[in-house]
């Protein structure tokens, strides 16, 4: 596991003690992952969100993702983690298609970053009215500030895309005022 961390924060392991490099890590949650071991499938994610998220190799990281999805199908965890893949992986249909099955799949803690790539979809598909309605449930419900800045300017920019340029000025004029509002919700 150590060997999975990313060079730019071996300052921190080294803290610890700990020593590994990213491709010994690799090469033993793949092992892991294809073993009969009980943390097979928790190994098996693990190695296919570094591939994803760190290795920044989308196709192979969205393809083991939707294999264990297939042994798994409801499980939250891996439809987030499938339609982050997807979408990295210009897969936003099938992403949009995972959402759709998240959305039924209530139980467990709120996923309101999905809100935001539902967004994003929407917006590339042109389907503008949809993707403000995401952005807007995403500012409101998610309690970090990551990404709720994007979410404004998105919000502008759908209403310019569907020709309401003074919704969007009006829109766009008002997000330092709204970004303050939300941060206090």
């Known amino acids: 596991m150590v060997g999975t961390v990313p060079d730019k924060y071996h300052w921190f392991i080294s803290l610890l003690g700990m020593k590994g490099s990213v491709t010994l890590g690799q090469r033993q949650l793949e092992e892991l992952k294809s073993s009969t071991s009980s943390l097979a499938l928790e190994a098996s994610i693990l190695y296919y969100t570094i591939k994803g998220l760190i290795n920044q190799e989308h196709r192979e990281a969205s393809e083991g993702i ?26 936003s249909e099938q992403a949009l298609q995972l959402i759709t099955t ?55 920019l759908c209403y310019w895309l569907d020709n309401k340029d003074q919704l969007a000025q009006q829109f766009f004029s008002d997000c330092p005022k709204n970004w303050k509002n939300y941060s206090r919700a």
């Not at 199908?73 to 982050?84: A, D, K, S």
């Open 66 to 91: 939707l294999k264990n999805l297939k042994t798994q199908p409801e499980n939250r965890l891996l439809l987030f983690l499938g339609v982050n893949m997807l979408v990295k992986n210009s897969q």
């Open 102 to 156: 998240l959305d039924k799949e209530d139980q467990g803690l709120p996923m309101y970053y999905i809100e935001y790539l539902r967004g994003e979809i929407l917006l590339q598909k042109g389907n503008y009215h949809s993707a403000i309605q995401a952005y807007h449930k995403f500012i409101q419900h998610y309690k970090s500030e990551n990404f709720k800045k994007d979410a404004y300017f998105k919000i502008s």
